[in-house]
């Protein structure tokens, strides 16, 4: 397979100063699976233009082990079309220029950090041809689990004079933050959040909660007065596990526990790592709001309401998650043991061995999930809620199968035409592999294809969890003796006793 890498990718790679720690990442799954790596020749002057000699000259000696495209693909009218509506710099055009291999099929994937590549690719249809590093190393990590032969620990909660402050993954605050060290240190018996890629620092969080008297003064809008979550540290490096999507569950299950009406965040937008930040945080629902004057520059200010009161947005899940709508259609949807924790491991069963889910997978650490069902009821939209019933393991069954989750349909995908197709739309969400996917799901009948409901872990019932006994006495599954099959809608009613029982109000 043909890798072509953009310039932006061999910068970090190739610079004296590495401050993308999962690029190194990136190359070993690339030598690991044996790819051709590629670049333009564009990407070959734009490095020419470097100021500095000694990096010049180190650069010049690292890019010969790269293989260099030998011809140029003409561009087709459609790219040109894209070009004159994206484009309006000469590094755009040249982007354009690389994306064009790929767009021609002169090569088969092309990396890059690039947000204007990303917005062309998909403008273009080849959005699955183009991939930013972390999205790469997810794809590759659960295509070829045989190879993956170090282990990522889950998101643990530690004070920070546990955590190495000469650590390198600390750097980049360094640059932006004279006194970082100083802040860092004292918060020695504060808590915050890490995670460990392979003994190796892969992510951080630190929130801290503001009551009603704080002063924002250097916040341009002022804040009003209001019980706040602020995002104090948040990165994440890339190593194709979704750490990003479980320190935001991490976020805002602290928002609900202290009963917060906002979160925000200052961050720097210095370089990609930060812009991508800003991306993931504005998918799931930040938005702009000014400028925060520091001693060391302006930081850019995001903010989420976080209030039951809001109207939930029923289309765009993510931008108003976790909160949910109890105007929209619920459903029981049924989760066989061996798959639930793996999808849910917040709303572990009390009888399982947590120790079995101390490593982290990409489908355990998304909130972004996928249901897969052969159900001839695919009426479900998004908003709609999804009741995960665990089924139990022994008898009698009804009492140890148990409502663990509340989910949030953010879309239904069905009419697949192919199986490459089917697969796409699972990778990722799912710890189900693709020779299962094929046998057991697209294969199984013919005349009745899979669809895939997207849904949001949102929320786990609190221990203990209605049993399947309880769901009998309550009225809400009338026959103790059986369980129907496929989705069983509930009323508003029912989905409402539910939940006071569930939480004994």
């Not at 504060?190 to 916040?219: H, M, Q, R, T």
């Not at 197709?421 to 699972?426: G, S, Y």
Request: net charge neutral; glycine share 4%.
């Amino acid at each position: 397979m043909k890798i072509l890498l953009d310039t932006n990718i061999i910068i970090h790679r190739e610079a004296n100063k590495i401050y993308k720690p999962e690029i190194g990442e990136l190359f070993k799954w690339i030598d690991n699976l044996k790819y051709s790596k590629y670049i333009h020749p564009l990407t070959v002057k734009e490095l020419e233009r470097y100021k500095d000699p000694s990096t010049l000259d180190t650069m010049s000696i690292k890019i010969k082990s790269y293989n260099l495209l030998k011809h140029q693909a003409p561009l087709g009218e459609e790219i040109i079309k894209v070009s004159k509506k994206i484009d309006n710099q000469e590094n755009d055009i040249n982007d354009t220029q690389i994306l064009n291999e790929v767009y021609e099929g002169r090569v088969d994937i092309l990396i890059s950090e690039d947000k204007k590549i990303h917005t062309k690719a998909s403008l273009l249809g080849i959005a699955d041809k183009v991939y930013k590093i972390q999205n790469f190393l997810e794809k590759v990590t659960s295509e070829n689990p045989e190879l993956v032969n170090y282990k990522v620990l889950a998101v643990k909660k530690v004070d920070f004079a546990e955590v190495n402050i000469k650590n390198e993954f600390f750097d980049s605050f360094r640059l932006d933050y004279n006194e970082f060290n100083t802040w860092f240190n004292s918060k020695s018996e504060e808590p915050c959040y890490v995670c460990y890629s392979d003994g190796n620092l892969s992510a951080f969080l630190f929130v801290k909660i503001e009551n009603e008297n704080e002063n924002y003064s250097n916040i341009n809008p002022v804040f009003e007065p209001k019980k706040r979550l602020k995002i104090g540290t948040l990165k994440v490096t890339g190593n194709g596990y979704k750490i990003g999507e479980r320190f935001l569950k991490t976020i805002f299950d602290n928002a609900i526990q202290f009963k917060v009406e906002e979160i925000y965040v200052t961050l720097f937008t210095k370089r990609p790592e930060q812009e991508q930040l800003i991306e993931m945080l504005e998918e799931w629902g930040f938005t702009f709001h000014g400028l925060k004057t520091t001693q060391n520059g302006d930081e850019r200010v995001y903010v989420k309401l976080f209030s039951r009161e809001n109207p939930v947005n029923l289309e765009k899940p993510k931008l108003t998650f976790p909160f949910l709508s109890r105007k929209t259609d619920k459903y029981i949807v049924k989760i066989e043991p061996q798959y639930h924790t793996e999808l849910f491991p917040d709303s572990i069963n009390t009888r399982e061995d947590i120790r079995k889910y101390t490593e982290n997978e990409p489908h355990r650490n998304r909130i972004s999930k996928v249901y897969i069902s052969h159900s001839f009821d695919r009426n479900l939209k998004s908003g709609d809620l999804l009741i995960i019933y665990r089924m139990g393991e022994t008898t009698p069954k009804k009492y140890s199968s148990t409502i663990t989750t509340i989910c949030i349909v953010e879309n239904v995908q069905k009419n697949f035409l192919t199986f490459e197709d089917f697969f796409n739309a699972c990778n990722r969400r799912t710890m189900i592999s693709k020779e299962e996917l094929k046998t057991n799901w697209w294969d199984k009948n013919p005349n009745n294809k899979p669809f895939v409901i997207n849904f949001l872990y949102a929320h786990s019932l609190p221990t203990p969890k209605p049993t399947l006994d309880d769901l009998n006495r309550l009225g809400i599954i009338p026959d103790i003796l059986n369980m129907p099959r496929g989705f069983i809608k509930i009323t508003n009613e029912q989905f409402n006793v539910l939940i006071k029982f569930a939480y004994k109000l």
